[in-house]
């Protein structure tokens, strides 16, 4: 019956989509394909595709809704009829256009210059850094959006950005719900390229402060994610690369063969540029889930690197940041509060930010500024041992 369809449609060999026909027979179950190639929008475009017989482009995709493009075209990079891309840029830069062409022709020219050199910029930095992330892209958006309601504020109000005072930034915090703090980046962003005067703009403060995982209960948690051989092991791995090594759950997900080591009988996972030993039990965990996933092409990227964690439903894709998370949540581990813990502890003992912020990944100044608080930076630690050396 998929055989029948897939001639239906026109591609059979010979055909510019044969290579896809080839990977989705290999990789999904007959019975769910079938499904697939009579009901999803996504199999409608690749007859689409079929009747025109030529390669498509990322730029035709692009012009379809995201989410029934988005395991069409994992199909097609891995086929290798498109080449692959990094997804939260190219989405991020094609909606861009399109919000702006819709914004009001006064605001354009500023929200181009904020968007493109700005967002834009950052948002290339932190792929490069953390890999792709759904809530990067998100948070790109939102910048931009942020920027336009502002700028839809003032003009309601009878001023301009470059007449914005303090006064007007003070009203618009007192009048706004919280989200409204999120224009500091824009209005940095302005003052620095002389479109409007320097503006205080307090850091947005979580409503509810986040109180870390007492440690007697993290430690209950890394026991059982040891020892509880009844759980998903991608639940185990990515619970215990969060409650012993504090990483971030976009750099879990990214993680891949390249970032695992076996050197002299001991295996090392690198996290950023750190190549750090793992516990034997996690080793052997990541060691076989990674000979598992190195059979099937779906956990395979383009650039032949294995995922540990792969998407369930995009071929050579990882798995979603928030996927992670809300498993590990099932299994009662609250990720913020796990990372903010084993963070001070490595505060507490290692007493150099700048290591910590390598570690783990967050900023070298949040590093400083956590250590300053639990008064164990770099400066206290010479300090005592100049101390201790009397």
């Known amino acids: 019956m998929v055989d029948l369809h ?4 026109g591609i059979v060999k010979g055909t510019v989509l044969h290579p896809a026909r080839q990977l989705l027979q290999l990789q999904a179950a007959p019975r769910r394909l079938l499904t697939w190639l009579r009901k999803s929008p996504g ?10 017989n030529e390669i498509p482009t990322h730029r035709w995709l692009d012009q379809r809704d995201h989410h029934h493009t988005s395991y069409l075209r994992s199909i097609l990079v891995r086929s290798g009829l498109l080449p692959p891309r990094v997804e939260s840029i190219d989405r991020f830069e094609v909606w861009l256009l399109r919000f702006i062409a819709a914004a009001p022709a006064e605001f354009r020219e500023v929200l181009t210059a904020f968007g493109r050199w700005h967002v834009l910029r950052r948002l290339r930095m932190m792929c490069e850094r953390r890999g792709e992330m759904a809530a990067t892209l998100a948070g790109a958006r939102a910048r931009v959006r942020l920027g336009l309601h502002f700028l839809k504020w ?3 109000r009878s001023t301009t950005l470059e007449q914005c005072r303090q006064s007007d930034i003070d009203e618009w915090l007192a009048t706004s719900s919280s989200a409204a703090y999120h224009v500091r980046p824009f209005l940095m962003w302005a003052a620095r390229k002389k479109l409007c ?3 205080t703009v307090p850091q947005a403060v979580p409503l509810t402060p986040i109180t870390p995982t007492p440690e007697k209960v993290r430690w209950k948690l890394v026991r059982r994610l040891l020892t509880d051989e009844t759980l998903d092991d991608t639940a185990r791995i990515a619970g215990l690369l969060l409650l012993l090594y504090a990483q971030r759950m976009s750099r879990i997900r990214n993680l891949t063969s390249k ?3 076996e050197e002299n009988g001991e295996y090392f996972g690198r996290f950023a540029h750190e190549w750090v030993p793992l516990c034997p ?3 052997e965990l990541a060691r076989f889930r990674l000979s598992a996933n190195a059979r099937s092409e779906r956990c395979t990227r383009a650039d032949g690197a294995v995922l540990l964690f792969p998407s369930r439903v995009q071929y050579g894709r990882a798995i979603l940041p928030a996927a992670l998370a809300k498993m590990l949540a099932d299994l009662g581990v609250d990720v913020r509060a796990a990372r903010l813990s084993i963070e001070n502890e490595l505060l507490r003992k290692i007493r150099i930010p700048q290591i910590v912020a ?3 990944g967050i900023h070298i100044a949040t590093a400083v500024r956590k250590a300053e608080a639990l008064g164990t930076s770099f400066s206290r630690y010479v300090a005592d041992v100049a101390i201790s050396r009397r």
């Open 281 to 283: 039990a996690l080793a």
């Open 154 to 156: 003032l003009k309601a």
């Open 6 to 9: 897939f001639e239906k449609i």
């Open 358 to 360: 390598q570690l783990t």
């Open 197 to 199: 005067r320097r503006i």
């Open 43 to 52: 199999a409608q475009m690749l007859a689409q595709i079929a009747s025109r």
């Open 259 to 261: 970032d695992f080591n």
